[in-house]
């Protein structure tokens, strides 16, 4: 009887781990779940926090003995403010279903990859086609969405990528190499030209390291000698495009400033540092920003967050402006070049601008402005021999950036910001000519039964958009213009009093 005494006292030798003692820490770990915080956290914590190794099991197990149920959040099937969320990511955004994920569990959406699937389902977006038949329906849909697309002319030298998204964001669910597939078979002439005309750039020199870290502003001026000025700012690690402006000498500076401050009031954080060639392209823009970064940093020198850029310092901006080229704008400079070679536009004579503003301004903010769209969305792939630029898409890279990535986004003071705002508030940035002289391009047009908001559609292969529609608006202008009569045709003139903000160094 003895010895089965001592059999039970003496622990064997593989009777495992001793028992982990949690009473200790038993309160706290009933916090955590009461939060709802996954046990796989939990156990993370434990570990961090009290040098504890557990694993999640062992954890239920003991919260089992303990009375508790872990919390988890559940899938609410009939959530509409989850369906409508996961539709305006998968189409809007661009993104794929573990992207989609990572953006809905920072949400606090507690959904697994599985459950989002199911749902895509029964919302109808479905990624794949099992029979012959479907994918043969969806060649013919693609040659429909196609046509239509190329008849608006917004796509003209898009690549697969920026192809693939601007459909989806359109709400088509298209396979992306079936669909370039088509694309290349209905237009070779558009994809040989996009690799042909715009010179590829050196790769940028420098590795970033993450989010609003640095913002890049530059000025595209490959269509100013015809009027147009383009300006962007965009992040330097996830090449996200802030924002972008498309308008006239007369409202670039107030244009550019205001575009900046809207997005700092809107993403709620300033970048520490802004990139730019900025005393002749954007004069009030570092003013503005080293004195927001001053109200919450006094001590902050000016060289610090407000950097000169030369061509080589904006390589990012300067890549994207060779992107924005080859997609968009360089079929229209080259037909705004021949109308000049032909003597058909200069930009001092004003009805030939005014009638070039009043026919191609709407047209090309719509197409850029897509553009950004499509690009913020689209996948950039990992280059090897490029380690500087952070593959995915930027969307992600710049609102979720992978684990380990920082984000060096500063807060910037409220009232100093509004303050600054409210500043800029009357000015109209958007406006590309004086209102009585755009009322009599519009009624002109009218008469020609042309709508710049809506263009007709274009012809295959045309590479001189709405020409006649230019030609006859130019003739109308210049007869206008000898006649005297009102209203006095004009293009905008620079404002008067814009106030700077000049805070001593």
Not at 53 to 58: K, N, Y
Not at 98 to 120: M, P
Not at 218 to 223: P, T
Not at 410 to 439: H, I, K, N, S, W
Request: net charge positive.
């Amino acid at each position: 009887m003895e010895n089965a005494v001592n059999l039970v006292d003496t622990p064997s030798r593989t009777s495992g781990r001793p028992r982990v003692d949690l009473e200790p820490y038993k309160d706290e770990i009933i916090a955590l779940i009461e939060k709802k915080t996954k046990g796989t956290d939990v156990c993370k914590h434990l570990k961090e926090q009290h040098g504890i190794q557990l694993s999640a099991r062992t954890l239920n197990k003991r919260l089992q003995a303990w009375g508790i149920k872990e919390k988890k959040e559940q899938y609410n099937s009939n959530n509409p403010e989850l369906h409508a969320r996961v539709k305006n990511l998968f189409f809007d955004v661009g993104l794929s279903d573990q992207e989609i994920i990572t953006v809905l569990h920072d949400e606090g959406y507690a959904v697994s990859l599985r459950t989002l699937r199911r749902l895509r389902s029964r919302l109808g977006i479905r990624l794949r086609l099992d029979t012959p038949a479907q994918q043969q329906a969806q060649v013919q849909e693609i040659l429909n969405a196609l046509t239509e697309e190329l008849d608006k002319g917004t796509i003209e030298g898009y690549g697969k990528e920026l192809l693939h998204n601007h459909f989806r964001s359109k709400g088509h669910v298209f396979a992306r190499d079936r669909l370039y597939s088509v694309y290349r078979m209905l237009r070779p002439d558009t994809t040989e030209r996009r690799t042909s005309d715009v010179p590829r750039r050196p790769p940028p020199p420098k590795v970033l390291v993450g989010p609003n870290l640095t913002w890049h502003v530059n000025y595209y001026n490959k269509l100013a000698n015809f009027g147009f000025r383009i300006h962007a700012e965009i992040d330097a690690y996830s090449r996200y495009v802030l924002w972008i402006h498309i308008g006239v000498e007369a409202h670039t500076a107030v244009g550019v400033l205001k575009n900046h401050l809207e997005t700092v009031s809107s993403k709620k954080r300033q970048p520490r540092t802004l990139r730019s060639d900025l005393e002749s392209e954007v004069p009030l823009l570092a003013d503005v920003h080293f004195a927001l970064r001053r109200t919450t940093e006094p001590d902050v020198q000016r060289d610090t967050c407000c950097a000169p850029g030369r061509a080589a310092d904006t390589h990012r901006i300067e890549s994207w402006w060779a992107q924005l080229a080859k997609s968009v704008v360089t079929l229209w400079h080259n037909y705004f070049r021949q109308l000049n070679s032909e003597g058909l536009f200069t930009s001092a004579n004003i009805p030939e601008q005014v009638a070039l503003y009043a026919i191609y301004m709407p047209i090309l903010r719509s197409h850029i402005q897509s553009y950004v769209q499509t690009w913020n969305m689209h996948n950039i792939r990992k280059q090897a021999d490029h380690p500087e630029r952070a593959p995915g898409k930027p969307y992600m890279n710049y609102h979720h950036p992978p684990k380990g990535v920082e984000n060096f986004g500063l807060p910037a003071d409220g009232p100093t910001l509004q303050a600054m705002q409210q500043d800029y508030a009357d000015y109209d940035t958007e406006e590309y000519l004086p209102p009585d002289t755009l009322r009599w391009c519009q009624g002109q047009l009218q008469q020609l039964s042309f709508d710049p908001h809506k263009p007709p559609a274009r012809l295959p292969g045309d590479l001189q958009p709405f020409r006649s529609v230019y030609l006859a608006l130019r003739e109308r202008a210049w007869h206008h213009q000898r006649s005297g009569a009102e209203p006095r045709l004009a293009v905008c003139g620079i404002s008067q009093g814009l106030r700077g903000y000049f805070p001593s160094s």
